[in-house]
């Protein structure tokens, strides 16, 4: 202990900064280290989907680290943080992890490979597609990160992990200040187990939780110190997350109400707060069009989808697709308010049984609950910690009954009530494990966090209740990474849209019966699959056939697990983008006709027709050629 206590002085006399540099260095490092193949392989594959053994070790070990005090511990315990997050990406590298939205851990497919291509879109200086436009921040920012790493999207992806492992710890960092480490533990598991099923994935969700949790870093900061002006810059970060992945809106005014009573002085309510929260709030909506119009055009527009979702509540609880089934003729995008409205004043009571429907799923014990997330493999050991949840929250809600100006718990139970009120219009069951929710998430940990706190609190566990330790990261640290990140978010995206959007294209000629398509081969973009005789150890990118063939299994559309089975080794597939006809392409290509990446590659090979296939952009490669060598920071532009 004295040996510790000497070291603590020691480095108590480093620069502050400086020592925050350290800090933030040996994390990587560490974040880094359990990305390397192989290292601690069965405890990451763990942490990637396990829940019953590896979450509670994983509390524990968070709860010792959380604390130890001093400079020493902050580092630990950053560094702890950051390299679970890269344990649960190093689950999905080594298992090749399938879902509806990723072939085999990398190749984004539905949703994802929308966000991905129309990062490549906007880094190459084109417009982006109308369903990105819906939502265009996400990869806006991806656009930077593929930029920056010579588009190599496992590389990009790593970094989005590692920023949102860095957002969980410096926002449960501040609730430990004022809550100890117990409180903070608990909140910070529940925002790794929800991230972990979006880590490694190009879905807006992996970028829109990080910025949430800055957000609420920032207001928890703000009410300590009493500062407003820092509550005010979280509610905006929070209504920028909402624009990153749309979900609970109700959040914001209820975030808004609460603060009008936190800051009330010797009134009632101030005015003043709620306006300026208003303004703020409105300027991240403002700041999402701008972006919008730069990116896709004057004719896209942000959240042209909700009117479907809307349209199924007045339906009587129907899904976001309903509206195309009710209406196979087709109909034009601006009359779907006039349908909604027509629909509504004919069955009023549909719009009541529909919220009704949505409120019981996100209480029903299916993928659709509020807590979803929240679980493993093993039905009862689920069963049990979602009724745990509900518990805890019960019990923070008699915390906050029994503490009604705590800022605090009101926070958390007007966050709550946001989210509650939000559901109507968020139906979970048009995604699992709450993923609308993204933005939101952290008001789902904040109530049974307030709930843990109070029970171990009670129980006179007090160096577990009570803070132990100020952190080392102080709320302007908060300030300044969601000031770095919203700066590459917009301001590189604007500068590579003005970009010459010409491409010289190489004359290429194709038999009659092909198509040529031109792509840049990069690194971090492609996986192989090999024979099951050849030697390695399963890893990102190289995976054997078996392995592939059964992750296929669970692909959502049973048409595309069929065709996957049938490629036959050495193979690979590449996600990209053709830049002749400005078309994404999950490219199918025998491993051996392929040159090392970073080349510009003209392929002459056949578009898959099956109807059934067609939406995913499948190309068969049948023969290649290199155009020219395209380096790290060659964008391929003339």
Not at 294 to 301: D, E, R, T, V
Request: proline share 5%.
């Amino acid at each position: 202990m004295m040996y510790l206590k000497s070291f603590n002085d020691m480095i108590q006399k480093i620069h502050p900064v400086l020592w925050r540099v350290i800090c933030l260095v040996t994390a990587v490092i560490f974040f880094s280290l359990m990305l390397v193949p192989n290292l601690s392989r069965p405890t990451s594959m763990s942490l990637r989907t396990g829940f019953g053994i590896v979450i509670p070790s994983v509390g524990i070990v968070l709860l010792i680290v959380f604390s130890i005090p001093g400079r020493l511990g902050k580092i630990i315990s950053l560094s702890t943080v950051m390299s679970i997050f890269a344990l649960s990406l190093a689950g999905l590298w080594a298992s090749g992890q399938t879902l509806s939205i990723m072939i085999n851990g990398l190749i984004p497919i539905s949703d994802a490979v929308s966000y991905y291509t129309d990062a490549l879109r906007i880094s190459y200086g084109m417009s982006i597609s109308d369903f990105t436009a819906m939502r265009p921040l996400f990869a806006s920012f991806l656009s930077f990160l593929l930029f920056i790493t010579g588009r190599n999207l496992i590389t990009a992806l790593a970094i989005v992990t590692a920023i949102a492992g860095l957002a969980s710890f410096l926002s449960s960092k501040e609730i430990q200040r004022t809550h100890g480490p117990v409180a903070a533990v608990f909140f910070l598991i529940l925002m790794f187990l929800y991230f972990r099923h979006h880590s490694g994935t190009t879905m807006t969700e992996s970028f829109g939780l990080p910025v949430s949790l800055l957000g609420l870093g920032l207001i928890w900061g703000g009410v300590r110190k009493e500062k407003q002006w820092e509550v005010l810059t979280g509610i905006a970060l929070i209504a920028l997350a909402l624009n990153i992945r749309p979900g609970a809106m109700f959040v914001l005014p209820a975030l808004l109400i609460w603060g009008g009573f936190v800051f009330r002085a010797k009134g009632r309510f101030s005015f003043r707060f709620f306006i300026l929260g208003a303004i703020l709030t409105a300027s991240a909506f403002i700041l999402n069009n701008i972006m919008i119009r730069i990116l896709a055009g004057p004719n896209a527009s942000a959240f042209s989808n909700f009117s479907w979702a809307l349209y199924g509540l007045v339906s009587g609880g129907k899904s976001w697709t309903y509206i195309f089934e009710a209406n196979p003729e087709g109909f034009e995008t601006t009359s779907v308010y006039q349908l909604i409205l027509a629909q509504f004043l004919q069955h009023p009571e549909l719009a009541l049984q529909g919220a009704i429907k949505y409120w019981r799923f996100f209480f029903s014990s299916s993928w659709y609950n509020a807590y979803s997330f929240v679980g493993g493999g093993n039905y009862w050991v689920n069963e049990a910690a979602r009724y745990g949840m509900y518990l805890l929250n019960g019990i923070g809600i008699y915390h906050w009954w029994k503490n009604r100006t705590d800022p605090y718990a009101s926070l958390a139970i007007f966050g709550a009530l946001g989210v509650l009120a939000s559901v109507p219009f968020v139906p979970p069951t048009d995604a699992y494990r709450v993923r609308l929710y993204a933005a939101t998430i952290p008001f789902f940990a904040l109530l049974p966090a307030m709930g843990m706190y109070s029970l171990f609190k009670n129980l006179k566990f007090k160096w577990l209740a009570w803070e132990m330790e100020s952190s080392l990261f102080q709320p302007n640290s908060i300030a300044t990474l969601s000031g770095i990140l919203l700066f590459f978010t917009i301001i590189p995206a604007i500068l590579l849209q003005s970009t010459d959007q010409r491409f010289n294209l190489p004359a290429v000629a194709c038999p009659n019966s092909s198509s040529l398509i031109v792509v840049n081969f990069d690194k971090g973009t492609y996986i192989n699959i090999h024979r099951g005789n050849v030697e390695f150890l399963d890893w990102m990118p190289n995976y054997h056939v078996g392995l592939f063939r059964n992750n296929a299994h669970d692909l959502a559309d049973l048409n595309l697990t069929w065709q996957l089975k049938e490629i036959n080794p050495p193979a690979t597939l590449i996600a990209t983008l053709d830049l002749a006809s400005n078309h994404e392409a999950l490219i199918i290509v025998d491993s051996k006709l392929l040159p090392p990446p970073g080349v510009q590659l003209s392929m002459c090979g056949t578009w898959e027709t099956e109807p059934e296939l067609t939406a995913f952009n499948i190309f068969h490669a049948e023969s290649i050629e290199i155009v020219k060598r395209v380096d790290a920071t060659d964008q391929g532009l003339p």
